[in-house]
């Protein structure tokens, strides 16, 4: 079993900036690779952002590559997505997830899910 618990949504400016917090628990966490999916309201979920366990390779969804950067502190075992350049569009309870060793090609296969915080974009 995996926890995850996100942290940092809250209500930024068009242009603004905002780091989630994704802090993973239980047993073998360290091997997990840990991704962000967000939902926004009316849409159907869609994924933004993976890290995987080993080499730490990345991957983002073309909408957010180049603004959102997301990394892993393993001492910590914690994942940030630090997002910048932010649009009305980016929008949405964003979820952490969890997926062993690989990021999987969609976020129908992560297994362990966190609860969601939720980002606002607006003026």
């Known amino acids: 079993q995996v926890q995850l618990v996100e942290s940092g949504g809250g209500l930024v400016q068009p242009g603004g900036s905002l780091r989630l917090s994704c802090a993973a628990s239980?047993?073998?966490?360290?091997?997990?690779?840990i991704g962000w999916v967000r939902q926004a309201p009316g849409k159907e979920r869609e994924g933004v952002s993976c890290?995987?366990?080993?080499?730490?390779?990345?991957v983002y969804a073309d909408s957010v590559n180049g603004r959102f950067t997301i990394y892993r502190d393993n001492a910590k075992n914690t994942v940030y997505l630090q997002m910048n350049s932010l649009k009305p569009e980016d929008t949405a309870v964003y979820y952490c997830?969890?997926?062993?060793?690989?990021?999987?090609?969609?976020?129908?296969?992560?297994?362990?899910w966190g609860k969601g915080t939720l980002v606002t974009v607006s003026s």
């Open positions: 997830a969890a997926a062993l060793y690989y990021c999987p090609n969609d976020s129908s296969g992560m297994v362990y």
């Open positions: 239980g047993s073998f966490a360290a091997y997990y690779a």
């Open positions: 890290i995987g366990s080993g080499d730490g390779s990345t």
